[in-house]
C-alpha cells in the first residue's frame, strides 16, 4: 500500500467523481485557484473521503470549479471501519476539539458526542467539528473523513449491539490494545472531567470496564492514548 507524504491534499463530495474526471468546489476550488495559485496541466492529489485518492491533472481550475483528469488511484483500508469513539462534551471546547483532531490524525473514523450526567451541556457544533475533522484529514494525508454521530445520552450507546470498553480509573482491567479482527462494532466509551455517575457506571458489566493508566488522565488524555495504543 502506498502512503504519500509532502503533497498537498484536496477533498472533493464522491459525486463529484465523474468517470474518469474530478471535479472540486466550493472552499477547497477556491483555495486550489486563488490561495496555491494552481493552473492547467499541474498535478492535484484530490480525496472522496471513502478511501481514495486520485492523483490528477488539472484540466481547467476556475474560482467555482477545478476540473481534472484521473491519472492514477490509491486506494486505501479502514483498519477503524467499526470503531466508535464516544466522548461526553467537556467543559473547554479547545480541548473537545483537539481530541477530534488528533484522533483522526491517528485514524479515528467514527465519532459519538453524547451528553453526560457530569458534563458541561451545550448546543452541538456539528459544522466546525466537521472542518476540523475535514483540516484534520487533509493534514495527516488519510482518505477517510470521519463521521460524527449525536446520542442524547450515555444510556443510547448502552443499547447498541457490539463490544463495549468504557473507561473507568477504579476498574480492576487494564486495557492494552485489542486485535480488531471481528465483525463486530465495538465502541470505546470514555467519561467527563468529573468522571461517570454510578447512574452511567451501572449500565455496564464489571468486564466491560477498563483503565487506560494507573494514574489519571485528563479525558483528552485517555482518548488519544487509547487512539494510538489501537495502531
Known amino acids: 500500500m502506498e502512503f504519500l507524504s509532502n ?7 464522491p459525486q463529484n467523481v465523474v468517470s474518469n474526471k474530478v471535479y472540486v468546489e466550493g472552499e477547497e476550488c477556491r483555495h486550489i485557484s486563488k490561495v496555491m495559485r494552481h493552473s492547467s496541466g499541474e498535478k492535484l492529489f484530490i480525496t472522496n473521503g471513502l478511501g481514495k485518492i486520485f492523483q490528477t491533472k488539472i484540466i481547467t481550475a476556475a474560482s467555482d470549479l477545478t476540473e481534472t483528469v484521473i491519472e492514477k488511484i490509491l486506494e486505501y483500508d479502514n483498519p477503524l471501519s467499526k470503531v466508535f469513539f464516544c466522548i461526553p462534551k467537556i467543559k473547554s471546547p479547545d480541548r473537545f476539539e483537539f481530541i477530534l483532531e488528533k484522533c483522526t490524525e491517528l485514524g479515528v473514523t467514527n465519532f459519538i458526542i453524547y451528553n453526560a450526567e457530569r458534563a458541561v451541556a ?4 456539528i459544522e466546525r467539528w466537521n472542518k476540523i475533522l475535514l483540516a484534520a484529514m487533509k493534514q495527516s494525508l488519510r482518505s477517510y473523513l470521519p463521521v460524527i454521530f449525536i446520542e442524547k445520552s450515555l444510556k443510547e450507546i448502552s443499547l447498541k449491539e457490539g463490544i463495549k470498553y ?6 480492576e482491567n ?3 490494545g485489542l486485535s480488531l479482527d471481528n465483525f463486530q462494532n465495538i465502541y470505546f466509551i470514555f467519561g467527563p472531567e468529573g ?3 454510578q447512574n452511567e457506571l451501572s449500565l455496564f458489566s464489571k468486564t466491560e470496564k477498563y483503565k487506560i493508566a494507573d494514574n ?8 488519544i492514548k487509547c487512539a494510538s495504543l489501537l495502531l
Open 7 to 13: 503533497i498537498e491534499l484536496y477533498f472533493t463530495k
Open 122 to 125: 451545550y448546543s452541538e457544533r
Open 166 to 171: 468504557i473507561f473507568e480509573q477504579e476498574s
Open 174 to 176: 487494564k486495557f492494552s
Open 195 to 197: 468522571g461517570l455517575s
Open 216 to 223: 489519571r488522565l485528563r479525558t483528552e488524555t485517555a482518548v
